[in-house]
């Protein structure tokens, strides 16, 4: 009896330990789900210590349940048998009465034996498990959401890409992960500093990604030349006339144009009408708007700072003449050709002998196109 007992018994004990997992499961959820909350909270950025506890969890709780709670005791596995056999409770008596040496009992013990060895090892297949119940079908799935969800949260937190608790309670708003910087040229010339690719429509775009609140790589828009017709470099779409440009504090995408005009005077026309979007990519217009429209450099000689009795402001340059708009491109006014030209070289080369090669060489190579 107890060798046929114990087979049916292995079949519980196996609904058990799947039993014990799964509400095992349930408690180590329920705790990643705590400990996800807590680091939402705190702005805690391991989150992987959630993890720990997930299988802290899960390694202790079930053991406990099983042993606690689901461990399948004899008269539990008697009572499934009758059920599942329609012993009528038979199993039951035989083993409330095992030690019984009465006729009746023994007599009982010898038919329920040799009922359930006519099963033989097929007949505790016959025993359904019960693996799932409703209270645990919803526990299960309830803890599965919050706990998954709230350790999403908590990660995409440390990652900085959605605020935490503690910006919440501060209220502090969320920051994008990054914002992308994009840089393109009209006319002839370069962007110095960050990578470049081009576009479907075969326009070079340099570009850089930058994370939100933080600095922009340095960029340098480099004038070239097309066909012996060298250009210089007239502003940046938003305004600015340096070509030297390091953005700072980034809060969103930005799309800047610089724009390199050739030396010889000639109209520019940009590839496309981006007036509306960008203003001051076209020449001057009647109102004094836009980019300065160059002369030829030579228009230049006599007119310096230094020269005749003007003030060199541009406003008035008697002696001297007006100055060349191709020497005016920071304010329209002060005249940056000649000797102050040759001054403000000097004085650059100087102070680059200290920087990298590459870097010296670059300045050298600019400052002889602006003298040109």
Known sequence: MNEILHLYKKRLVKEAVIRSLICGLVAALAALAVCSVVFWFTDFKLVW???IAFVAVLGGATPIFYFAHFRPTDMQTAKRIDKAMGLDERMVTLLEFKDSQETLACAQRANTVSVLRNFGTSGAKR?????????????????????????TVSALAAADVLPSGADLLRGEEALPTAYTIRYTVQGEGIIFGVNSETDESGAVVYTQTVLAGEDAKAVWA??????????FFAGWSDGSGDPYRADKAISEDLFLVATFLPIDGSEFEPETDMTDQ????????????????????SDNDGKEED??????????????????????????KTDYGGS????????????????PGDLAGIIGDYSDIIGR
């Open 222 to 231: 480099i004038p070239g030349e097309k066909e012996g017709e060298e250009y």
């Open 49 to 51: 210590i959630g993890a």
């Open 307 to 332: 020269e005749g009795d003007g003030d060199g402001s541009g406003d008035s340059n008697e002696g001297g003449g007006s100055s060349n708009p191709a020497y005016q491109v920071n304010d329209g």
């Open 340 to 355: 102050n030209y040759e001054n403000a070289n000097a004085e650059a080369q100087g102070e680059s002998e200290g920087l």
């Open 278 to 297: 960008f203003p001051g990519l076209l020449p001057n217009d009647d109102d004094g708007n836009g980019i300065p429209t160059p002369g030829d450099p």
């Open 127 to 151: 025993i359904a498990l019960k693996v799932f119940s409703a209270a645990l079908v919803v526990s299960l799935s309830a803890v599965a959401v919050l706990g998954l969800g709230t350790t």
